[in-house]
């Protein structure tokens, strides 16, 4: 399969500025090394009605072009449910029937990190978990044999995060974001995973799980958030932060498309001369603050 890299946007809503400049980046990054690009999305959880179209329609209005259809998680289930299969058949999984709560209030394991499950139910005898069964439904979780992980990243160079027991399929019966990507990014040829830094603490374990499952581990490069004017991550909430709001506000995606390749060190126009320039060594490093844009 040609090597791809690609944008796996949640449809929880419309892109804003910040989100844009990812995608802008994937696309750079996927098309100045001959890759394809992909557009996934990613609607296990969060969707929301119309997001994807008007997803799809922004990435357009700023210039990206993607290669054959555009995927969707919830249409690729058995994919998830057999990969969960292979790590249950070779011992890798377990029934969990902790809530959020218990978790939050379990002592931790000696030495296990921060954030790590603490493995209350990684050894349950067959008679607990038979008595549990019959009070909730079991999530499913990852047996791993490691605490932690790690990967390289083109931006960040090398970086160890905690890998933990964490969790496939939901108690809810929804398959879990770490599984869905790892499986997908596999099933689709990507070799080149090009995302915000905020999914950097996820990577480690998706790396792990990716080895289990005899996916080679895609090259990752974590790209610095889009920040407001209060160093706070960009949302909705900071304004006209979305192609339709600007476009209300007399603002064309022309324009955006050029602050965002502006603030990316990148000429103006039409995407072929930003491609051209586009050097992954040269880019910021830095957050990038979102001060607004108007008409005037
Ligand atoms: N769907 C995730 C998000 O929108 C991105 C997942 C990824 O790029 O791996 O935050």
Redesign the pocket.
Known sequence: MDPAGRF???PSGELHAGNLRTALLAWLFARSSGRRFLLRV?DLDRARSGAEDAQLRDLAAIGLTWDGPVVRQTDRESLYAAAIDRLTAAGLTYECFCTRREIQEAPSAPHAPQGAYPGTCRNLEEAEREARRALRPAAIRLRAAVTEGTIRDRLLGSFTGVVDDFVLRRADGVTAYNLA?VVDDGEQGIDQ?V??DD?LPSTPRQAYLAGLLNIPVPEYAHVPLVLNADGARLAKRDGAVTLSDLAAAGVTADRVRDLLLASLGLPPGPLGNALAAFDPASLPREPWVWTGMTDA
Do not use: Y
Request: proline residues 11%; hydrophobic residues 45%; without cysteine.
């Open positions: 796996a946007p949640s990613e990507v995973v995302r915000g999914l």
